[in-house]
T-cell receptor, first 115, second 114 residues
């Protein structure tokens, strides 16, 4: 049973437009959410995170929105650039900083930004 | 600051052979993780260390997998004997203590079992 779901295996957008990647979760105990970006032959790289006490976190072109009642979060990239083309993983943790901190990942969404 | 180092990057073995992966975490990171990533899937946790202690190994197939983290720094993950289904990317990650600190991943070892 997947606790973190990314239902779109792939997404294609034009350069300069907005990319929206979605993630749903089922475990109501998750209190910390992260997005990782992964290029081929590299390990995942941390992108942005959000605590369950917030509903929005912004870092430059990247914004993550959290809707706890819907158990849904999304990553917005504006404007999208060809270098953003990668696999994006949504991840969640039940314990943001305590002794039980571990991540549960979704399957990932392949984003392609076309020039 | 050097990142998480893993070796080898690629490994091809015959089934039933043993294989070992090595990880050197970021200096000062007490928490170390081993993940397995199957094709088309996200990383799945195998084992988590706090210093030299394995605090979560519930997902580690203990009949054939073993891990150690001597002196709380480097770690080795071993599979003996390997099976066809073990073909995957094995990722090591480390994290500093404290709240809201993300995990830093190494480049992974791609294992192919023939």
């Amino acid at each position: 049973d997947q606790q973190v779901k990314q239902n779109s295996p792939s997404l294609s957008v034009q350069e300069g437009r907005i990319s929206i990647l979605n993630c749903d979760y089922t475990n109501s105990m998750f209190d910390y959410f992260l997005w990782y970006k992964k290029y081929p032959a590299e390990g995942p790289t941390f992108l942005i995170s959000i605590s369950s006490i917030k509903d929005k976190n912004e870092d430059g072109r990247f914004t993550v929105f959290l809707n706890k009642s819907a158990k849904h979060l999304s990553l917005h990239i504006v404007p999208s650039q060809p270098g953003d083309s990668a696999v994006y993983f949504c991840a969640a943790s039940e314990d943001s900083g305590g002794s039980n901190y571990k991540l549960t990942f979704g399957k990932g969404t392949l984003l392609t930004v076309n020039p | 600051e050097a990142g998480v180092v893993q070796s080898p990057r690629y490994k091809i073995i015959e089934k039933k052979q043993p294989v070992a992966f090595w990880c050197n975490p970021i200096s000062g990171h007490n928490t170390l993780y081993w993940y397995r990533q199957n094709l088309g899937q996200g990383p799945e946790l195998l084992i988590r260390y706090e210093n030299e202690e394995a605090v979560d190994d519930s997902q580690l197939p203990k009949d054939r997998f073993s891990a150690e983290r001597l002196k709380g720094v480097d770690s080795t993950l071993k599979i003996q004997p390997a099976e066809l289904g073990d073909s995957a990317v094995y990722l090591c990650a480390s994290r500093a203590g404290g709240s809201y600190n993300e995990q830093f991943f190494g480049p992974g070892t791609r294992l192919t079992v023939l």
